[in-house]
Structures are given as structure tokens and as C-alpha cells.
């Protein structure tokens, strides 16, 4: 096991693992590291924890120190420069008539560097706008392109639940998410429906997962013959929530049927749903568009 310290970069951002030294610290912290791209702030959310060495990249960069209240202020004075830049950059673009849309844009802690995320249908050839920016910003210009989900991860919004989209808010890395789960859930299969502001499948799907496809398994099918305490009938709905079942009971002898909800497990049936294995032709033409 290795001990690890936590801790983000930007807010709902991916937790990066660091050896915590000899220091202690506490969550929301501020902390200088060592990273790839050189000395950089990050806030805690792990303070401390063990983990399995088979699931760490080793070996772990250490943490340099507690930040400074100058080291705040240094990280603060980054993060108020990006509206500038962001003008700045988007005044460039339509200067050079490349066919690109700016995101966001991120300042490395000791100010070497500046990196602008931008998405763009084709690939496009920057080089002169690199080497304007390189002039106007007196430092290496880096800029990086992103899918559409990234996308929505940078700038954010609220999704059609009224919440800020997850990836943005409390999800640090993207999940697989699938038609099957979808259909697991028992969800409309409308894509207005089950995408996010992406366009791609709305990343929830995979919160509760793991819960339907256990439910999925002990339900009966809609439209299956069942035996009931007040006699055979026909699923007609089912209920995932509630383990619940209702039921069409017919009476033929006074030519009349009702409609019961019973518990699963006071049911009878031969055979019980399976999550259905998905396969990409089994997927609707309108459903593929938004599959990753």
C-alpha cells in the first residue's frame, strides 16, 4: 500500500496522486507540485489515504510544499488574466480566419507558459498564430484541441435536470456510458432525451447502472405470462424502483379484466430479463450519433 496525498488542479477537475511527504494537510488546501509541465498550485481534496501499489503510476511525484499566501496570490493573479487572454486570442483568430472555437485558456504557476483549448471540425494550421501569440504574450503558446465533451467539461452549463452538467460539477473523469444502460433503466430511447448538451449520452446513465442491471435480472418481461395470488395474467409494466410488477388479470367467465400491482417476489414466471447485450447494429440510426 502507498500513502497518497489528493489533490486537483481546477475545480471538479481529475484528483492527481502525490506523495505526501512529511507534512500534513487539510482538505482545500493549497499546495505546490511537481508536475510534468513543471512547478505547479493545486488544491487538496484527498488529504490522506492508502492505496493499492497495482493501481498507482510509480513512481509518485512528491509535494513540494504548503503554498504561501504569495503563492495564492500568484495563482489568483493567473486565473484573472484568462479574460484578457481569451479576448486577446479570439481577436487573433479572426485576424488569421481560422476556423476554430476558443474555450479556455490555463497559465502554468510560474507564468513560462499559457495553454488556449479550442474545438474545431478539421485540422487547422496555427503556426502563424502561435508565433503571433509567442510576441504578444512573451511566453510559450500551446494551444490544444478537444473533443465535444471536453468541451462542455471547460465551460460548463446546466443540463436538463436543472443542475450543472456532471462533468463539469462532481464527475473528475468521463464514465462509459451506453445504449444498454439506457435501456436497463427502462428510458426512453429519444435522444433528445438521453444526450447531454454535448450531444452524446448524458453521463448519469452510468450513476445507477449497476442497481438496474441487478433489478433488470429478477423482473419479468413486459408482456410475460406470470402466476399472481389472485391468478395467472400479464405483465403490463414494471417498476425497478419499487421491485413491483403490474399485472393484467382477465376474467373471461365475466368477460372483464383488472389491472395489480405485486411485489416481485410474489410472482411466478419462467424466465426472467437479461440486460440485453448491445450491439452496434441492434442501434437505432438515430441512436448512433450520439454513442461516442
Known amino acids: ?35 510534468a509541465r513543471g512547478v505547479e498550485y493545486a488544491t487538496v481534496v484527498i488529504p490522506y489515504a492508502e492505496i493499492p501499489d497495482d493501481k498507482l503510476v510509480s513512481p509518485l511525484k512528491p509535494i513540494l510544499r504548503t503554498a504561501t499566501q504569495k503563492d495564492k496570490e500568484i495563482h489568483l493573479k ?7 487572454a481569451l479576448k486577446t486570442v479570439a481577436e487573433k483568430i479572426r485576424k488569421h480566419g481560422l476556423d476554430m472555437k476558443l474555450i479556455d485558456c490555463e497559465f502554468t504557476f510560474d507564468g513560462a507558459k499559457a ?16 508565433k503571433e501569440l509567442s510576441q504578444v504574450f512573451k511566453m510559450r503558446i500551446e494551444l490544444r484541441q478537444v473533443g465535444i465533451r471536453d468541451e462542455i ?15 463539469a460539477s462532481c464527475m473528475p473523469e468521463f464514465k462509459k456510458v451506453s445504449i444498454k444502460m439506457a435501456k436497463n433503466q427502462g428510458l426512453s430511447l ?3 432525451k438521453i444526450s447531454g448538451l454535448c450531444g452524446r449520452l448524458m ?26 395470488p389472485e391468478g395467472k395474467g400479464t405483465v403490463v409494466n414494471i417498476n425497478m424502483l419499487k421491485m413491483e410488477a403490474r399485472v393484467r388479470i ?15 417476489m410474489a410472482l411466478k414466471f419462467k424466465s426472467v430479463q437479461k440486460p440485453e447485450k448491445e450491439d452496434a447494429e441492434d442501434v437505432p440510426e438515430d441512436l448512433k450519433e450520439i454513442l461516442d
Open 190 to 192: 429519444n435522444p433528445g
Open 203 to 228: 453521463c448519469c446513465l452510468a450513476y445507477e447502472n449497476d442497481y438496474y442491471a441487478d433489478a433488470c435480472k429478477k423482473m419479468p418481461k413486459i408482456g410475460a405470462e406470470v402466476v399472481t
Open 153 to 167: 467539461k471547460l465551460i460548463g452549463g446546466l443540463a436538463t435536470c436543472g443542475r450543472e452538467c456532471c462533468c
Open 115 to 130: 495553454v488556449f483549448y479550442y474545438s474545431a471540425p478539421q485540422r487547422v494550421d496555427f503556426r502563424e498564430l502561435v
Open 78 to 84: 493567473n486565473l484573472e488574466r484568462k479574460d484578457e
Open 250 to 264: 382477465d376474467d373471461k367467465e365475466k368477460d372483464l379484466f383488472t389491472y395489480h400491482d405485486f411485489p416481485v
Open 1 to 35: 500500500m502507498a500513502k497518497i496525498t489528493g489533490v486537483t488542479f481546477k475545480d471538479g477537475g481529475k484528483v492527481y496522486y502525490f506523495a505526501p511527504g512529511k507534512d500534513k494537510y487539510k482538505e482545500g488546501a493549497g499546495v505546490i507540485v511537481e508536475t
